[in-house]
């Protein structure tokens, strides 16, 4: 009884805190709420906006696809429009002058996405007010004029999309000088001219998007552009030479432009190439026939040129080509069989060549010839002999084909070759996969991704990306031993320091199997995710590949660097100075309780049983207490044995029919044993001695306060309160019981801790003891990991 009424006390206490709390992060000023009815009704009130009017907490409402408005201390930083599909243009009464000048009202926005709301006329250079955006998405309205000249001073700007509008004339010169700009897409406008050649220098840029303009001339040397994954020219009348581009790209789409070149060599060692679009232009010389295996490949279009080359059937091909277009070409021999079998669902188009396949309709073999003689395709001289099925071919075709089919060959052999004489001087690394491809182009444009790591800008840390295994050399000077923080089974950690002073910790995964960057993609995507102030967040990751088979040599995973020691070192290893205070351990308890929430329900899917030890609690320059340690599936399948069962860690063997539905219970078991440790303020040794603390701490409970004292760190034990402290050993001892499913939930564990961190409070308050010491940071650092 008595404990019920105290309970719903405490309800009320704790009701009004969490509002409080909740009030006070999410008012607006009342300004900006002005702002944006004003937009409201300059927009012509639309059906997406019905929802605003006077009493809408703009802060508070839920975000939707089409509708987002994100706070940060009382100020819009990101605003989401978007309206129906093929709105129509807003009346004449509209103004985009004035309607930009109401936006600027709101200075904070960082992400603007203004999509399908008939937005009409020139766009008006006073947007560049918005000094911090970082994002700008204003497709599918009716802009029309040029690219105001003022956005050129946004240099936070690192999206730019201006998709299906109707503006004109050149691209600006000083696009190229943004100097973080990652994704430009200017798709379905009236653009026209030359490219400008300060696109070179957008060392940034992940995505070129520019189809569906009247863009000519040659496309500037972008193998500077060592990020750029997308490049999309498609309709445009660009050409004649193949681009120049960067070796990671994923997306090449060329199609329906003024190309007449040939396909250079090196784009078969493009090895993150998915999709390769070079149909209607006229392409000219062999078709390069590793296209066909390169190891992403996933779609290849090269219909409508004037490609040429003999196939045979013994070709082989990425079993993960779904698409292939070889129509329309000069390609002769047989069409490979590798095309032929494998999956169902795979389209294979190869119509009006000179392929000796039956059904689909194909050119006479003197057709393809002549043609090829047309299009000034020299003959090679053979004079090699050591392949017969080279030797075979050129007896049969003789001349022209053959020559070329020879040429292919030798330039598979010298590849061959070349790849097996870099091997042998560097035997694991020679290419490494800095930048780019722990992204696929959906996974970059896709807004809410992107609007996501925004929203977590509000933890301090940088978004996360991807970095440069240069960028890892030199934070660790070539990671020295001097950076080395020690190993485990979960791989080698390094500490280093990037340019711009910040502290990294790196966790460096060689891998036992060989896979190719791809099948790290989901587990990238979700360490992306981990990021949450009672975590040590991830920061971002680099690949290093084979150069064989660009399969993955090794995975770095770069974290924040949390730099005050762990856990343990401030309760049971500390010096008297360095001791927490009662308040200061409750704290910490509920970062590390709020960290397992997020862990288990932060994030889909959740990450469970994460092996949770007091020294892998790290505390930052604030004393927050950071999880430093979770199960991240990545280092589980790498490690030597999956799965861990400490001595005395309560983990269920996880083929255990109770699995599923209790594997939170483990984590609530191991959070025991560190509030364990937290109250008694010393290291546990064995299973044993937890069981007998749990079962003294049980009978102290219900006992007198005095012997409840007893039990107690007498570093602290005359700073709490008594029924703080009873609270605290309740939940520890519900958190410690042998049936998982009697231990309590997250949620419950949070409540209480909660609840025992305002009684305590309330407590210091009245008395005089007045604020606890703050204790000297430590002069020692210590990372931690496992
Ligand atoms: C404002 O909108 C809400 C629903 O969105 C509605 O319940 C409320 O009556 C409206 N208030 C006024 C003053 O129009
Ligand atoms: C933009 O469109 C409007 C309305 O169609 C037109 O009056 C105006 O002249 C156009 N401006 C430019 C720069 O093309
Ligand atoms: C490019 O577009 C602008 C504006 O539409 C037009 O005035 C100009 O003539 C065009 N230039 C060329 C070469 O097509
Ligand atoms: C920009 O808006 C378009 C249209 O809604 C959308 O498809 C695209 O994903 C958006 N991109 C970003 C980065 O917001």
């Known amino acids: 009884m008595a404990r019920a009424s105290r309970f719903s006390q405490c309800a009320l206490l704790v009701l009004a805190y969490i509002l409080l709390q909740v009030n006070h992060s999410e008012q607006l000023q009342s300004s900006q709420a002005q702002t944006l009815l004003r937009i409201q009704g300059l927009l012509n009130n639309p059906t997406v906006l019905s929802s605003w009017n006077i009493t809408t907490e703009f802060c508070n409402t839920e975000p939707t696809s089409s509708l987002t408005v994100v706070c940060y201390e009382e100020s819009i930083t990101q605003l989401h429009i978007v309206g129906n599909k093929r709105a129509p243009t807003l009346p004449l009464s509209f103004s985009m002058d004035s309607f930009v000048t109401t936006l600027v009202k709101l200075p904070d926005l960082k992400v603007l996405r203004l999509v399908s709301l008939g937005l009409w006329g020139p766009l008006s250079g006073k947007i560049s007010r918005l000094s911090s955006l970082e994002i700008l998405n204003m497709s599918s309205n009716f802009l029309n004029g040029s690219v105001p000249q003022e956005l050129s001073i946004l240099t936070s700007l690192q999206t730019l999309i201006l998709d299906e509008n109707m503006l004109a004339g050149r691209v600006p010169d000083w696009l ?29 840029l992940r995505v070129l998007a520019l189809s569906n303009n009247h863009f000519y001339g040659e496309v500037p040397d972008f193998s500077g552009l060592t990020y750029l994954q997308v490049l999309d020219l498609e309709n445009n009348a660009l050409g004649p030479q193949f681009p120049k581009v960067g070796k990671k790209l994923v997306t090449m789409i060329l199609s329906k432009n003024k190309f007449r070149s040939a396909i250079p060599a090196e784009v078969s060692s493009y090895y993150q190439l998915q999709r390769l679009d070079l149909s209607s232009n006229r392409f000219v010389g062999p078709f390069p026939q590793a296209l066909l295996s390169l190891p992403s490949i996933t779609y290849l279009n090269i219909a409508d040129n004037k490609l040429t080359g003999k196939l045979f059937d013994d070709l082989s091909c990425n079993p993960e080509l779904g698409f292939v277009d070889l129509s329309s070409n000069l390609l002769t021999g047989q069409l490979p069989d590798c095309l032929l079998a494998g999956s169902k669902n795979r389209v294979v188009l190869y119509a009006r060549n000179c392929l000796a396949a039956g059904n689909e309709n194909q050119h006479p073999l003197s057709f393809c010839q002549n043609e090829a003689l047309a299009v000034g395709i020299l003959p090679l001289q053979k004079k090699q002999k050591q392949v017969s099925k080279a030797v075979l071919a050129l007896s049969i075709i003789g001349g022209i084909i053959g020559g070329i089919s020879l040429f292919v060959i030798a330039f598979l052999l010298v590849r061959r070759t070349k790849s097996k004489q870099t091997m042998k001087k ?31 800008g509000a933890l301090g840390l940088p978004a996360y990306r991807t970095f440069s295994l240069e960028e890892l050399e030199e934070a660790t000077n070539n990671f020295d031993t001097s950076a080395f923080m020690g190993e485990g089974s979960k791989g080698q950690m390094y500490r280093g320091r990037l340019k711009n002073g910040t502290f990294i910790a790196i966790r460096c995964l060689k891998m036992k199997k060989s896979h190719s960057t791809r099948n790290f993609m989901h587990h990238i995507e979700l360490i992306s995710k981990l990021r949450h102030c009672h975590l040590v967040s991830a920061l971002g990751h680099c690949f290093e590949c084979y150069f064989d088979d660009s399969s993955v040599s090794r995975i770095f995973l770069i974290f ?28 910490a308890a509920i970062g590390v309780a709020r960290g ?16 949770l030890k007091i020294t892998d609690i790290l505390l930052d320059q604030n004393l927050v207490a950071k999880i430093s340690s979770y199960n991240l599936p990545l280092l589980a399948e790498n490690a030597e044995k999956v799965g861990h069962v400490t001595p005395y860690s309560g983990s269920i063997n996880p083929t255990n029919s109770a699995r599923g539905k209790l594997e939170d219970k483990i984590d609530i078991y191991d959070f025991g044993l560190i509030l364990l440790e937290i109250i008694v303020g010393r290291p546990l040794k064995s299973r044993k001695e937890v069981d007998l ?94």
């Open 176 to 204: 190229g000088s943004l100097p973080i700009l990652a994704v430009l897409s200017l798709r379905n406008n009236m653009f026209n001219g030359t490219l400008p050649d300060s696109f070179s220098y957008l060392e940034n």
């Open 426 to 456: 560097t035997p694991t690394r020679v290419i490494q996969e800095n930048a780019s491809t722990g992204y696929t182009s959906k996974f970059l444009s896709d807004a809410r991704y992107i609007s996501q790591t925004m929203k977590l």
């Open 560 to 587: 924040e660097y949390v730099p005050n020691g762990t856990l343990r070192s401030w309760i049971s290893e500390g010096h008297a100075w360095q001791s927490l205070t009662w308040t200061q351990r409750i704290s």
């Open 596 to 611: 397992i929430q997020f862990l288990h329900t932060g994030i889909v899917p959740g990450v469970f049983s994460n092996n």
């Open 693 to 786: 603390l749990k079962n003294q701490l049980q009978a102290v409970i219900t006992a007198d306060e005095s012997a409840r004292r007893s039990m107690v760190d007498p570093a602290v034990n005359k700073a709490c309160l008594d029924e703080s402290l009873k609270t605290m050993m309740e939940v520890c001892v519900r958190c410690l019981l042998k049936n998982p499913a009697e231990r309590p939930s997250v949620e419950d564990v949070l409540w209480n801790l909660q609840f025992a961190a305002q009684v305590q409070d309330a407590w210091h308050s009245q008395s005089s003891e007045g604020s606890p010491i703050s204790p000297p940071w430590p002069s020692h650092q210590h990372l931690s990991f496992h």
